[in-house]
């Protein structure tokens, strides 16, 4: 065609969307709104990729370089940017030290590096502490802690202060937000840092650190917090000999004229510190001139990167997919609606080419419109929603980029959707002849026999290969991203069987109406309706199967990850019992489950839990474990026998036997497993460390295990032998020269108490004990899937959308059966039923094929993990709720709200004969 006639074909398709506005906005909309999505996602990504002068900045903030003594004495190797990578060089057998590496083993650090910088250099100390707990009205939460003067311009970009002033005072503080978060405190709140209750501290500022904005952190003054926590943690130790063990960094301040450069990096380097300088950030060396990038061990997968480059091309496909055949339908009944135009078009002398072009470039004008409008609004709103972007991803963007290329090719991927959509319409409206055009009358045409087939065969062998991959396909190394061929074979198997069940989609349609006849009258004309507009109802389908399909594959797949998750879940004590987790035997000891009580009223009786140990030597012990073949991985912890009273045989074993109480106190051992018990009656006791005390000169090591049987009473009971091989009198621990380490307590309340009580009692413990726990044995808990919820709501919307808008273009499409209909004498309500009947129908028949389809990749995935080595059966189950939801509910509704928003009477029109 020549550019004059493209010119008119346009200015054709520009009117007729200017005619038919609530079509044309229709497809605007579903153009434009992958197109958003994608565009935002872009931005953002590109929004959060630094250049080198932000990368540098969120390092050394407004200071010139960072140093760190990473291991002084020793070579290191470092990246352009420390942060990036370093490590230490071992030295090889029989290498003696540098001068260097003896000059920095004994310097003084921040005499060392002043000496290596430029004369007239500032430091300024970056000091960061322990992770430690601070005070919340609930409990305890876990924080980090540093120092910092924040009204020094040096920190701005690494530590910014956000809110309030920063603190002036000995006992003031600055947190992060995500500290007051977790705390539950606000601006002015007062808290305390573990080891130092007896100070209460203020909040007075709110910092953030630019790439962390989820780091949990308090900032003090310099000196006002980190030397004090240092002090109460090892009191008894002088401070000189806790300066050793740090690492200490510095923010360098150059004087004006001096630079840093990749020899300065190096000579840092070789006193075992680390350099990070702006001036070599700005202007890094040469690849081959860093010798860490040729050293350096570190592995990182390539393929990681490139499994969120093949979810988001995935995500992207399915999106656009989905577009292609929602808006085709729409092209479709426009070019219908225009037939006896484009009839006219043909009989004054155009060709077919002609024909397809005015189609074809509604195409091109409608796609121009939407990807320009979503390439506009997606920038837009990631302008406006910049800083709740920002806080959901964790970080502040570097700048707000505007990648024009991408933006370009984004914009140029939803123009070729839209002319994918268009492209059967334009070539079906080609085909049509001049006279059907004319009269309004088209011919309906059987469902192509060769892609029916073709389809068939497609789903028949992507069903075999699917299988065939699960089962006899080996695992190995990655092929594609991070799937192995095994992944691949399942998914392609199941991608085929789609495509076959989408080309079936036609007949399966005309199928359906076959049932027509059998029915009432409002349900037989919707059917026939779908049935002989085939073009219009199969794509419509097709877009809900094909999203169904992949929100029931995720949900399936979850489900049964979920069930087996719950299948191997090992409680670590009955349901409900609570549990104390310490192994202090000093004077705290007794404190600890006090304390406990006192926080948790009404806990009931205490059973106080010991694990039985050999004691071979002076501080030399060994875990007591019991011969047999019962499996560990049954067992809640590792094999080990746990020590105490009948209270113990109550609250942690769940078991209530008289007998088994007299055995108890008779100093029997107790058995939960039949196998761990011989045909005599007795069970053997693994005892290692026989060899007894380290070796003198010329000692001969005896047998390290020895194997001691023992009288033992069989309590069997399964759920009990989860949590401990046996149960031993502490009575009878004597005659047997074993002993005993404290585990904790247990208690089994009627009511267990509610999180925020665990809370406050595991704060109380934490201070009498920094290494307790506290539990509350609550059962399995199902993790919250956010994925296979998105995708059920998204396929919700396709559902009801797609069943909209095809029912949408029906009646749009049908005015003048429906004014026919209207002109015998119909009821009103029948013009609701079509409608509604209509929807539902193609809702239902899309989410039963999807539905199906669905289950086939997420079994195949299940089966194909499960045949590792020493795996478990798979365990299939299906997410019931989904299934119902997506395959019952929502086509109801999706038939209800077509019904309710379809006028019943409809305008008499003048029909052409």
Known sequence: MKFGAWKVALRLARRDALRAKGRSALILAMVAL????????????????????????????????????????????QAPVAEDGAFAVQPRPGQQPTPEQLKAAGADPAALVTSLLPPGSTLTPARTGPETGAGSPEGLVRTLTAEADLGDPVWRGRLDLVKGRAPGAPHELAATQAFLDHAGLSLGGTTTVQGLEGTTFTVTGVVEHPGELGRVELVARPGALLDQLAAA????????????????????????????????????????????????????????????????TTYRDPAVGNSTRVVVATVTGMAL??????????????????????????????????????VLGGGLVLGLAGAALGVAVGTGLVAALRPVIEEVGGARFGHFALPVADLLAIAGIGLLTALLAAALPAWQAARRSVTAGLTGRDTVRTPNRPVTVLGAALVLGGGAIAVYGAGAVQHG?????????????????????????????????????????????????????????????????????????????????????????????????????????????????????????????????????????????????????????????RLADVPHVATGDASVLHNLFDVRDPAAERALAAGKLLVFDRSLIGADGKAVMLLRGGGGAPLQPGQIPGPDLREVPVDAVLVDDPNAAR?????????????????????????????????????????????????????????????????????????????LGAAGIATGLAA????????????????????????????????????????????????????????????????????????????????????????LFTRSRVALGRRLS
């Open 34 to 77: 992958p197109v958003l999505g994608v565009t935002g996602a872009d931005v953002v990504h590109r929004s959060g990729q630094l250049t080198p002068a932000e990368r540098v900045e969120r390092v050394v903030g407004g200071a010139d370089a960072l140093v760190t003594a990473l291991s002084p004495g020793q070579g290191v190797e």
């Open 477 to 633: 190394l990655p092929v594609v991203s991070t799937y192995d061929a095994r992944t691949l074979t399942v998914l392609g198997g199941s991608i085929t069987a789609e495509l076959g069940l989408l080309a079936c989609t036609p007949v399966l349609v005309a199928l359906f109406g076959r049932f027509a006849g059998r029915l009432p009258l409002g349900p037989r004309l919707a059917l026939r309706d779908s049935a002989r507009n085939r073009s219009r109802t199969a794509p419509a389908v097709a877009a809900v199967m094909a999203a169904v399909a992949g929100a029931v594959a995720i949900g399936v797949y979850s489900t049964s990850t979920d069930a087996e998750n719950r299948r191997d879940y090992r409680p670590q004590a009955p349901s409900g019992a609570v549990q104390l987790i310490s192994h202090d035997a000093g004077p705290k000891a007794a404190q600890l489950p006090a304390e406990v009580e006192k926080q948790l009223t009404g806990l009931g009786g205490r059973a106080d839990v010991g694990q039985l140990v050999y004691r071979f030597c002076d501080n030399c012990s060994s875990t007591v474990v019991l011969k047999g073949p019962a499996e560990p991985r």
């Open 812 to 899: 749009a499409d049908s005015r003048q059966d429906q004014a026919t209909l209207a002109a015998v004498g119909a009821p009103p309500r029948t013009r609701r039923t079509m409608a509604g009947l209509q929807c539902a129908l193609i809702a239902l028949l899309g989410a039963v094929l999807g539905a199906a389809n669905g289950f086939v990749p997420a079994v195949g995935l299940l089966k194909s993990r499960a045949t590792g080595a020493g795996s478990q059966p798979a365990l299939i189950t299906a997410p019931w709720g989904e299934l119902l939801l997506v395959v019952l509910v929502l086509p109801v509704v999706a038939g209800l709200l077509a019904a």
């Open 233 to 296: 943690a090892e009191p008894g130790r002088p401070a000189a000999e806790r300066a050793r063990g740090e690492h200490p960094s510095w923010l360098v301040g150059l004087p004006g004229g001096a630079a840093l450069d990749w020899a300065t990096v190096q000579r840092f380097n070789a006193h075992g510190y680390t350099l990070t300088a702006r001036s070599v950030a700005l202007d890094p060396p040469p690849y081959g001139a860093v010798p860490y990038f040729r050293d350096s």
């Open 321 to 358: 997919l989905e577009v292609a055949l929602l808006a085709g339908p729409a092209f479709a009944v426009g070019a219908r609606r225009s037939r006896r135009q484009l009839a006219l078009l043909g009989a004054s002398g155009g060709r077919r080419s002609h024909i397809g072009a005015v």
């Open 723 to 799: 949590f401990a091989q046996g149960l031993m009198p502490t009575g009878a621990l004597a005659g047997l020269g074993l002993g005993s380490t404290p585990q904790g307590s247990v208690w089994r309340p009627a009511t267990p108490p509610d999180r925020k009580a665990q809370q406050r009692a595991a704060a109380a413990a934490v201070r009498l004990d920094h290494y307790a726990d506290l539990t509350v044995e609550r059962g399995y808990q199902p993790r919250s899937d956010a994925i296979t919820l998105a995708l059920t709501g998204f396929a919700g919307l396709v559902v």
